[in-house]
């Protein structure tokens, strides 16, 4: 299957940017999402970039898409506390429906 | 609001025992998801169905079953509960259609901590 890989732990402190990243494997991946768990809740789809896009911009998120290494970045700029969560890279192949999750990032904003 | 509930959000449940967990959408989706959430692994898919009573296994299908009798409503079933399936479960559902051209987002639940003892 495919491999989505991303570290498991980021901190950072409030106000700050922060940088999270993620790696996949599948060259024919279609779609990337990025998505938020906050604690107790389900997962909720913060953004998305097409693969043929290498940027893309909403508010306070920026994704960055590198292609040729397989290499995403979810950027949020000026960090809230609410931004404490556990992020999840994801991609999707061709087919219509399956996605691949990384192992979720897991941000912590300190004051 | 799109929605998709789950039956149970804890549940606790003895070695050997029929486990049934429900999920029910309210978008008219024809894509229905299981995932376990395990901690250091991420989302790792069950089985899915694409339209009603059709099913395919995802990444992890042993020791689990599905249903889906209705295109609202996915159910997972653990036909004899071991204390390594012991995790969350999570339901999503999707849009299908159009293939590459959508983005198809997955919608969640807000998934079941299951404790099998």
């Known amino acids: 299957g495919e491999d989505v890989e991303q570290s498991l732990f980021l901190s950072v402190r409030e106000g700050d940017s922060s940088v999270i990243n993620c790696t996949y494997t599948?060259?024919?991946?279609?779609?990337l999402y990025w998505y938020k768990q906050e604690p107790g809740a389900g997962l909720q789809l913060l953004t998305y970039?097409?693969?043929?896009?290498d940027m893309k911009q909403d508010q306070r998120l920026t994704v960055l898409l590198n292609k040729k290494d397989k290499h995403l970045s979810l950027r949020i700029a000026d960090t809230q506390t609410g931004d404490s969560a556990i992020y999840f890279c994801?991609?999707?192949?061709?087919?219509?429906?399956?996605?691949?999750f990384g192992a979720g990032t897991t941000v912590t904003v300190r004051a | 609001d799109v929605k998709v509930t789950q039956s149970s959000r804890y549940l606790v449940k003895r070695t050997g025992e029929k486990v049934f967990l429900e999920c029910v959408q309210d978008?008219?989706?024809?894509?229905m998801f299981w995932y376990r959430q395990d901690p250091g692994l991420g989302l790792r898919l069950i089985y899915f169905?694409?339209?009603?009573?059709?099913?395919e296994k995802g990444d992890i299908p042993e020791g689990y079953s599905v249903s889906r009798e209705k295109k609202e409503r996915f159910s997972l079933i653990l036909e004899s509960a071991s204390t390594n399936q012991t995790s969350m479960y999570l339901c999503?559902?999707?849009?299908?259609?159009?293939?590459?051209?959508?983005?198809?987002?997955?919608?969640f639940g807000p998934g079941t901590r299951l404790t099998v003892l």
């Open positions: 169905s694409y339209d009603v009573k059709m099913k």
């Open positions: 978008m008219d989706h024809e894509n």
């Open positions: 599948d060259s024919s991946s279609t779609y």
């Open positions: 970039i097409f693969s043929n896009m």
């Open positions: 994801a991609e999707r192949g061709p087919n219509d429906y399956k996605l691949s």
């Open positions: 999503a559902s999707s849009r299908s259609g159009q293939g590459a051209k959508r983005y198809n987002e997955q919608f």
